[in-house]
């Protein structure tokens, strides 16, 4: 910890002058929030908690909320802008082959780390203050979550990471993933960014790896997996006398509450039928969905579920507002439990002191950068969020009580100077990419 770390936790902060929300029960306007040694102190009105001893941050007017999550993330396409596919992405399974399985093949070790890097300067600068993230680096396996973890640590914000477990590569190097998971959890287990088991999806993983899987994995390490993302997946699952990829994965004992299912389109009714009795964890990731045309997820049968963009922006405003509109008119009281309560669930669940403004909790804030004109209440937060905020660019980020984001300026990194060196090693990941070329794989070849 720098010196200046230290000062900034002895002195009192006071984030003020702004409307102070949990979008839930918690609405104080004019209010402020009272943060020492890096947790909640108070809520309260500005006017009392505006003391000499604090540091005062006067937003103006803006909401102030908790931090916020992206349930699901890959921080290593942040150099995917403007890359050309490799050949034809008519099917969800050629999008894979013909872009996103070159791409990771083509990480390596300063690719990596400087993808997520950018990915948490960009998350920061959405008012995320914790990612669920979903790694993949065929080329560079060994080291890669913790080169990941680094770039949390720089930045101060949580998460759950994990490595994308698939037979794509050819099972001879499975081991070399499992590994990868294993050694990452063990080393990081209590820690503000540690690791659970990540799978690709049913449709790259054969009979025998999730068996072997289920027995390397400790019982009580979460999966983190692509879940029905489209119909090729159930279709694998069916075809090898599964009734889906739920089913599948509750035959290999891999279904647990704290599983975390990405997607979860195209199921059977076995597999929502699991879903209800074991309640995992489900991320839709809405944006893209509609970028890869694999359909939606049927809110009728999961009711309860997160938000994550499954790498296509770092922005959760963006994507609840995506949601929304393509959604076919969800209902703004199912909006505001995904978007706060199952959210503040889900984030105690991993990490306790998380997840609202209570006394004592670790000190996660969003300010999004919106004033409000019209008149804001408790009962229309959400609109405000949907509707003026529109997009989920902030004014003011803070993680674990420290400024990580204030009024444009980010204050953990030299922003000039890490873009200057990223663009570089975007340039070197392009040119490998289209030197390694499209990426072959028959799903039906697993087993």
């Known amino acids: 910890m720098t010196e200046h770390e230290t000062a900034a936790k002895r002195i009192p902060l006071v984030i003020g002058n702004g409307v102070v929300t949990d979008g839930l029960e918690l609405f104080i306007a004019p209010g402020a929030v009272r943060i020492v040694d890096g947790l909640i102190e108070q809520v309260g009105p500005a006017a009392q908690l505006r003391t000499d001893d604090a540091s005062f941050i006067d937003v103006g007017g803006r909401l102030i909320l908790p931090g916020l999550l992206n349930a699901h993330h890959h921080l290593y396409s942040s150099f995917a802008p403007g890359i050309s596919p490799l050949g034809p992405t008519d099917t969800f399974v050629h999008i894979l082959e013909n872009l996103w399985w070159s ?9 990596i780390y400087y993808s997520a890097l950018l990915g948490v300067i960009e998350s920061v600068k959405h008012g995320v203050t914790m990612i669920f993230d979903h790694h993949a680096s065929m080329g560079y396996v060994h080291g890669s979550l913790e080169l990941v973890a680094q770039a949390f640590r720089r930045a101060g914000i949580q998460g759950l990471l994990c490595f994308e477990t698939s037979d794509r590569m050819g099972r001879e190097q499975i081991e070399r993933h499992i590994a990868e998971n294993l050694d990452f959890a063990a080393q990081s287990a209590g820690s503000d960014v540690y690791g659970v088991f990540g799978l690709h999806a049913n449709l790259t993983l ?7 899987i289920s027995d390397a994995k400790p019982a009580d390490m979460p999966i983190h997996v692509h879940c029905g993302e489209d119909r090729a997946d159930l279709q694998y699952c069916r075809e090898r006398g599964y009734q889906g990829p739920v089913d599948r994965l509750h035959h290999f004992g891999l279904m647990t509450p704290d599983s975390i299912l990405a997607h979860a389109i195209h199921l059977s009714e076995r597999d929502y039928q699991l879903i209800a009795d074991i309640r995992p964890i489900v991320v839709s990731n809405p944006e893209s969905n509609a970028n890869n045309r694999v359909g939606t997820m049927d809110r009728s049968r999961i009711t309860h579920y997160l938000l994550g963009t499954d790498g296509m ?6 994507t609840l ?14 909006l505001q439990r995904v978007f706060f309560a199952d959210r503040y669930r889900i984030q105690r669940h991993f990490f306790p002191s998380t997840g609202g403004f209570s006394k004592g ?3 996660d804030i969003a300010v999004p950068d919106y004033i409000p004109i019209a008149p804001l209440e408790q009962s229309n937060v959400l609109g405000h969020i949907l509707f003026g905020a529109r997009s ?19 204050t953990f990194v030299d922003e000039q100077k890490t873009l200057e060196q990223a663009t570089q090693i975007a340039k070197q990941l392009h040119q490998t990419y289209h030197r390694i070329g499209p990426f072959s794989h028959d799903p039906a070849g697993g087993g």
């Open 321 to 334: 507002r995506s949601h929304f509109l393509l959604g076919h008119t969800v209902p703004l009281d199912e």
């Open 103 to 111: 791409l990771d093949l083509a990480l390596d070790e300063e690719m």
């Open 313 to 318: 922006s770092p922005d959760m405003v963006g």
């Open 361 to 363: 909790m670790r000190a």
């Open 206 to 212: 054969s009979d025998e790896t999730l068996q072997r």
């Open 392 to 410: 989920g660019h902030v004014y003011l980020t803070i993680a674990d009580g420290k400024i990580l984001y204030h009024n444009g300026n980010l």
